[in-house]
């Protein structure tokens, strides 16, 4: 065993196996793993080694394809076969629902590359001659699902990586890890201690505990998970080519063959957590007592959509358990705070995400930058909310969904409320919605007054249509108010405060009292924040950003900070805020102000302090509803006593509440993107129209060099405002955008806006074809006609922002 080594991956499942290959594919060659047992000793071996491309996130849809792709060179690497079974895949749809979902699946697919197929029924059954036709509503075809041998697949990957230069421990225990001064990782193991430069936790059902031994609680659990094995099926023996992979939604069942039968999986809608607080170390290649009666229900519908299978009979019920994150998403990266410490877990597709884990995860580490857009796995996407109670809620409600339909307007209800302002039973009062972001409540439109708060989940426009668009036009025409205690705020000190953030931010920060936006670039020149920086003296700053990222921001801006001279810290909801906005919000804030909020007093981008009456706050001219507007920041303690005046001054200028779905719809019509829709870390700042706050003017800044050198050349993708020509359905996101028959682009964000009664959408096309004008989006599997808009369709000049 050696003593020193750049990288200690610590499990050997396929997960670990995946990034110690990754590592060495990627040049780093003195990489050991280190596995307690045998290869594959977690939940790999009895996986059913399945694997399909389709992800909500087409992102992790295309880690997906990656993984599938990547057998055949693992295989003549290694020399270890992987028992590749390239079958082809059905998805069945047994309601019209679902058949709009697999419509959005394989639209999203094209620009991914993917070449799934909507099928008939007919062809369907063709394909799959156990199915009854009569179940179903329409079918997807995918042809590169199949399944794997699992422990083929995970000992491809170790040996490939051993031809590679790393090096495999078994029979080994990690059983604590401690930083040392240089950050570098003492990894103490049962055979003795290597030092680390780098340690990844690949620890599978046992990653929590290898999580706690650098003080994280990890937001992962385990399931159990049962699939059966039927004895031999005579049209299975006798058909001369092998069943495909099948996913029966509504039995939320997969299928594969097995020998002469089928294996059959299903994901109980009552799930049972495995080992809910600690993993036993002793579990190793064992199984769980299955329990048929539990997934009785889903095997009923089983058995009626397969008869074959129900006249085989069962041979053989596995139960094991796999680990979940709170979203199903894999949980991969750096983690904040812990120098050198990198999570590769809750992995629960490994045979079809562990390659594209491995890929990102090692270049993370080699590159410093995972390479594509891999928000949705980021460990950083969840905050110390996510507490081991509250991942146990979502996991089961994630498991007791798996096959279910995510609608894009669905609030999923586990574990909430948990994080809530002061103002939150006053806002429940009017009759709010409430949606979660990063663990926060938040109204995102209100019922009518006598109108149930509750939506219907839909792929089209849902009952909120009516009341968004009163609040969207009340906004518009008069004033509204909102909560925005969702946005991130920092607050940054010190006497190196300012060149601090210059460093960081790509624009000049601005003079006190007034506000500037900012992007913020990876070294790649890749956007990795939007932000909104305060001045409130030379040494003390606000940063405002998007909510969902701050433990992603700090993560960064913590590796950034210097040793001295400067702070910074979140300050979550210690401070809180109302946003007022439209024409008449000036008159609002006056009342309530002894300053002059007029605007040669206080113009556009002006933030100062300010007490409303008896209220300290802190005012910003800015709002992203693109009207006037102001954002008004106070501590806790007093956002009832601000909202309660607001309301009140409010009364007789139509001051009406508006939630998130109405500030989408406008932000829209001014083509203002967001973070992780518009903005996200494969966009550079012109590509997504930021270039007007890019100063090459000032001192040199994080990713300066890559950003003038995208102006130079010029970006080769733009960030475009459409009119869609939608019928019921607006765009959601992640739509393809096809020109003259060709799909050229993709859908970030869209919506209906009420204001100016449209519906329209934002995307990214190639830069050569921004003169065009005629494109199509596809919603919901038809081509709907689109316009190109160069300008927003609301107040283009920004007279109303700034006037
Ligand atoms: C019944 C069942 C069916 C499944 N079917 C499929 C399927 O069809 N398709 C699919 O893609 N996925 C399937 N899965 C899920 C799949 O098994 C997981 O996604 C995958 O195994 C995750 O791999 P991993 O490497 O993250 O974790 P694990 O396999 O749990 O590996 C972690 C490894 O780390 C080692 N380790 C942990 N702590 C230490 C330590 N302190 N020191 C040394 N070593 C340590 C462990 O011994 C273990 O070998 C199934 C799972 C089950 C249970």
């Known amino acids: 065993m050696k003593s020193h080594v750049q990288v200690a991956v610590i499990g050997g499942g396929v997960v670990g196996c995946s990034v110690l290959y990754h590592l060495t594919k990627a040049g780093w060659r003195d990489v050991v793993l280190i596995e307690r047992d045998e290869l594959t000793s977690g939940s790999t071996w009895h996986a059913a080694g399945g694997m399909h491309t389709i992800n909500l996130d087409p992102n992790v849809a295309k880690l997906q394809q990656y993984t599938i792709t990547l057998y055949k060179e693992i295989e003549a690497i290694s020399g270890q076969s992987c028992g590749v079974h390239i079958t082809g895949g059905l998805m069945l749809a047994g309601t019209n629902d679902r058949l709009d979902w697999l419509k959005q699946a394989h639209a999203r697919g094209r620009y991914l590359g993917m070449q799934t197929e909507l099928v008939s029924l007919d062809e369907a059954a063709r394909l799959f001659p156990l199915m009854e036709k009569k179940y179903f509503v329409g079918a997807l075809y995918d042809p590169i699902e199949g399944h794997v041998d699992p422990a083929g697949v995970t000992n491809a990957y170790a040996k490939g990586a051993c031809v590679g230069g790393a090096e495999v421990y078994r029979f080994t225990l990690v059983t604590d890890l401690a930083q040392r001064p240089d950050g570098s990782w003492d990894v103490v193991t049962n055979k003795g201690t290597i030092r680390a430069e780098h340690v990844v936790n690949a620890g599978g059902l046992w990653a929590r505990e290898l999580g706690r031994m650098v003080g994280v609680e990890l937001p992962v659990l385990a399931m159990e998970h049962q699939y059966l094995i039927s004895d031999e099926i005579p049209e299975v023996k006798e058909s001369a080519k092998e069943m495909l992979h099948v996913i029966d939604f509504e039995g939320e069942i997969y299928m594969r063959q097995e020998g002469t ?34 997934i009785a229900a889903s095997l009923e519908v089983g058995f009626r959509h397969y008869p074959p299978i129900e006249r085989a009979g069962i041979k053989k019920v596995i139960n094991g358990p796999f680990t979940f994150a709170p979203d199903g998403n894999p949980v991969v990266g750096p983690v904040r705070a812990r120098p050198n410490y990198w999570v590769a877990c809750g992995v629960m597709a490994g045979f079809s995400q562990g390659g594209g884990v491995g890929l990102a995860l090692s270049n993370w580490m080699v590159d410093g930058d995972p390479g594509f857009d891999i928000w949705a796995m980021d460990v950083a996407r969840f905050g110390d909310w996510a507490t081991p109670a509250y991942t146990n809620a979502k996991v089961r409600e994630t498991y007791s969904r798996r096959f279910r339909i995510r609608f894009p307007n669905e609030e999923l209800p586990a574990a909430r409320p948990l994080r809530t302002s002061p103002v939150h039973d006053r806002l429940e009062q009017r009759g709010a919605v409430f949606g979660a972001s990063f663990g926060l409540e938040h109204a995102l439109w209100f019922a009518p007054k006598g109108g149930e708060p509750s939506e219907d989940v839909t792929f089209r426009r849902s009952n909120a249509h009516g009341p968004v668009g009163q609040e969207c036009r009340a906004v518009r025409s008069a004033v509204g108010l909102m909560e925005v205690s969702t946005y991130s705020k920092y607050e940054v000190t010190g006497p190196g405060a300012e060149a601090w953030l210059s460093r960081l931010l790509t624009n000049r920060i601005a003079a006190p009292s ?42 960064w801006f913590e590796a950034q900070l210097p040793t001295n001279g400067v702070a910074i810290r979140s300050l979550r909801c210690e401070l809180t805020g109302l946003s007022i906005a439209g024409p008449r919000s000036r008159e609002l804030l006056q009342r309530v102000v002894a300053a002059d909020v007029s605007n040669e007093a206080f113009p556009f981008l002006s933030f100062c302090a300010m007490d409303l009456q008896m209220i300290p706050a802190a005012v910003g001219r800015i709002t992203f509803t693109g009207d006037l507007g102001f954002e008004i920041w106070v501590t806790a303690d007093y956002q009832r006593a601000l909202y309660d005046l607001l309301v009140e001054a409010g009364h007789d200028l139509g001051l009406c509440h508006f939630g998130a779905r109405a500030l989408h719809s406008l932000r829209l019509e ?110 919901l599997g038809e081509r709907r006609r689109t316009t190109l808009t160069p300008r927003p369709v609301f107040d283009p000049a920004g007279k109303r922002m700034r006037g």
Do not use: Q
């Open 261 to 294: 039968g089928m294996l059959m999986g299903t994901y109980e809608r009552v799930g049972v957590p495995w080992s809910e607080h600690e993993t036993p170390w002793d579990f190793t290649h064992e199984l769980l007592p299955p329990d048929l009666d539990r």
């Open 670 to 779: 001014k083509s203002f993107g967001t973070w992780a829709r518009e903005f996200r870390p494969i966009y550079g700042p012109f590509e997504a129209g930021l270039g007007r706050f890019v100063n090459f003017r000032k001192n040199d800044f994080i990713g300066r060099e890559a950003a003038l050198k995208e102006k130079e050349v010029g970006p080769k993708r733009r960030l475009v405002s459409f009119v869609v020509d939608a019928a019921e359905a607006d765009c959601i996101g992640d739509e393809p955008v096809w020109y003259d028959g060709k799909v050229v682009g993709w859908i970030t964000s869209g919506g209906f806006c009420h204001h100016i009664g449209r519906s329209l959408a934002l995307g990214y096309i190639p830069a050569e074809l921004t003169s065009a004008e005629s494109f199509e989006v596809e919603i």
């Open 514 to 555: 007034r506000i500037v936006l900012a992007p913020m670039l990876n070294a790649n020149g890749k956007l990795i924040g939007d932000f909104t920086v305060a001045k409130l003296s030379n040494e003390r700053f606000y940063v405002f950003g998007s909510g969902v990222a701050e433990h992603y921001h700090m993560r």
